[in-house]
């Protein structure tokens, strides 16, 4: 398969070999030449007119609901150049869907363009609607770095494009962003489908046909609660060292706990896990409670039929529970509680290694 990558110079021609290096799934690897062509629109040749920057190499990757593609750029003048915003633009132009996702299978014209010097990022919808949860757009989003700025695999452009600063023969990224927007379903679950790409650098125009059209499998948040505070911990008693949540009833504000809300993926099965230990002698009940919410930019409500309200009943031993949860189809997040209920005032609890974990084997194995 060969794709062809042309890169427009003052006088017209077309610079620069797209070569395909292997299609293999969903990430590609691609080589360019900085070999000279004839243009195929009957201009003349780039002879004597060797652009200021050549694009060496492109890589592309999931990450969750998102798709990042990133291009290599080399200097090959004889001199530093600075890259400055107002010489940096993007555009995408693909027809997207995702079966996944209600409403998103019949594919779907995405045409968006960022202009550095305006913002890093631009819209496109996709499929327009007042209701934010029927909403969908797809926004690209464009970030530049050299050598010395080399970003982590995971950094996402920023907010604004800085001007960057090229050695003789050095090196930078372009990255490209294409983030499905959907409230329920946009962290996820990506928009897939054929782009064709053009980013301009100074009076360079480089063409690309990027293959975003294959998912391996459910995306999935990072698992996972953070600790509670220190001083809600009991190194005493656990299963796990070094400690573990402790409930006091005769203490005030210490008779409950609630996790921090975490996402979840809609309509995931994933596997609530825990060990607990109520104290001999405890009067009143003891309860766990996961609840699911429906979160948009104007308002968070609970989705009553995914929720979970248990007595947890077994005294003086630590005793594990494992239970079977279903997210619904609209839930952006859950929250989780531990309560001692007692109007005697009489009793403690001990909770340690909750989980809440996604079923989906192949999920599991491919990590956050």
Same mark, same amino acid.
């Given at each position: 398969?060969?794709?062809?990558?042309?890169?427009?110079?003052?006088?017209?021609?077309?610079?620069?070999?797209?070569?395909?290096?292997g299609l293999?799934?969903?990430?590609?690897?691609?080589?360019?030449?900085?070999?000279?062509?004839?243009?195929?629109?009957?201009?003349?040749?780039?002879?004597g007119?060797?652009? +200021?920057?050549?694009?060496?190499r492109?890589?592309?990757?999931?990450?969750?609901?998102?798709?990042?593609?990133?291009?290599? /750029?080399?200097?090959?003048?004889?001199?530093?150049? /600075?890259?400055?915003?107002?010489?940096?633009?993007?555009?995408?132009?693909?027809?997207?869907?995702?079966?996944?996702?209600?409403?998103?299978?019949?594919? +779907?014209?995405?045409?968006?363009?960022?202009?550095?010097?305006?913002?890093?990022t631009?819209?496109?919808?996709?499929?327009?609607?007042s209701?934010?949860?029927?909403?969908?757009?797809?926004r690209?989003?464009?970030?530049?770095?050299?050598?010395?700025?080399?970003?982590?695999?995971?950094?996402?452009p920023?907010?604004?494009?800085?001007? /960057?600063?090229?050695?003789?023969?050095?090196? %930078?990224?372009?990255?490209? +962003?294409?983030?499905?927007?959907?409230?329920?379903?946009?962290?996820?679950?990506?928009?897939?489908?054929?782009?064709?790409?053009?980013?301009? /650098?100074?009076?360079?125009?480089?063409?690309? *046909?990027?293959?975003?059209? #294959?998912?391996? %499998?459910?995306?999935?948040?990072?698992?996972?609660?953070?600790?509670?505070?220190?001083? #809600?911990?009991?190194?005493?008693?656990?299963?796990?060292?070094?400690?573990?949540?402790?409930?006091?009833?005769?203490?005030?504000?210490?008779?409950?706990?609630?996790?921090?809300?975490?996402?979840? +993926?809609?309509?995931?099965?994933?596997?609530?896990?825990?060990?607990?230990?109520?104290?001999?002698?405890?009067?009143?009940?003891?309860?766990?409670?996961?609840?699911?919410?429906?979160?948009?930019?104007?308002?968070?409500?609970?989705?009553?039929?995914? %929720?979970?309200? #248990?007595?947890?009943?077994? *005294?003086?031993?630590?005793?594990?529970?494992?239970?079977?949860? #279903?997210?619904e189809?609209?839930?952006?997040?859950?929250?989780?509680?531990?309560?001692?209920?007692?109007?005697?005032?009489?009793?403690?609890?001990?909770?340690?290694?909750?989980?809440?974990?996604?079923?989906?084997?192949?999920?599991?194995?491919? %990590?956050?």
């Amino acid at each position: 398969m060969r794709h062809s990558t042309r890169s427009h110079g003052r006088g017209g021609g077309i610079r620069g070999v797209l070569r395909a290096a292997g299609l293999a799934g969903l990430l590609t690897a691609t080589a360019l030449t900085g070999a000279t062509a004839a243009a195929d629109d009957g201009g003349e040749a780039s002879i004597g007119q060797p652009n +200021r920057v050549t694009l060496e190499r492109r890589s592309a990757r999931r990450d969750r609901g998102a798709w990042v593609v990133d291009y290599q /750029i080399k200097n090959e003048t004889s001199a530093g150049l /600075i890259v400055a915003p107002s010489e940096i633009e993007a555009r995408s132009e693909g027809w997207v869907s995702n079966s996944r996702v209600p409403g998103h299978a019949a594919p +779907r014209r995405a045409v968006v363009t960022v202009k550095a010097a305006e913002k890093a990022t631009a819209d496109a919808d996709v499929i327009p609607a007042s209701d934010d949860a029927a909403r969908c757009r797809e926004r690209l989003s464009l970030a530049i770095w050299s050598d010395d700025q080399a970003p982590e695999p995971s950094a996402r452009p920023a907010e604004a494009v800085a001007p /960057i600063s090229l050695a003789p023969g050095a090196t %930078g990224l372009v990255r490209l +962003r294409f983030a499905h927007q959907h409230v329920v379903h946009g962290e996820y679950d990506p928009l897939l489908g054929v782009r064709a790409v053009a980013v301009r /650098i100074g009076q360079e125009t480089f063409h690309d *046909v990027v293959p975003l059209d #294959r998912e391996p %499998g459910p995306a999935h948040p990072p698992a996972g609660w953070p600790e509670p505070p220190a001083d #809600r911990r009991d190194a005493a008693r656990f299963v796990s060292a070094p400690d573990s949540l402790h409930l006091e009833a005769h203490v005030p504000g210490r008779q409950y706990y609630r996790f921090d809300e975490r996402p979840v +993926r809609h309509g995931a099965r994933m596997r609530l896990s825990f060990w607990y230990l109520v104290a001999n002698g405890t009067a009143g009940e003891c309860r766990v409670r996961l609840a699911q919410y429906r979160d948009t930019p104007t308002s968070h409500r609970v989705l009553p039929a995914g %929720g979970i309200d #248990r007595e947890l009943d077994a *005294v003086g031993r630590w005793t594990r529970v494992e239970t079977l949860v #279903r997210i619904e189809d609209e839930a952006t997040s859950v929250g989780l509680d531990f309560r001692v209920s007692s109007d005697a005032n009489l009793g403690e609890m001990w909770i340690d290694d909750v989980a809440l974990e996604p079923l989906d084997a192949e999920a599991l194995a491919q %990590g956050p």
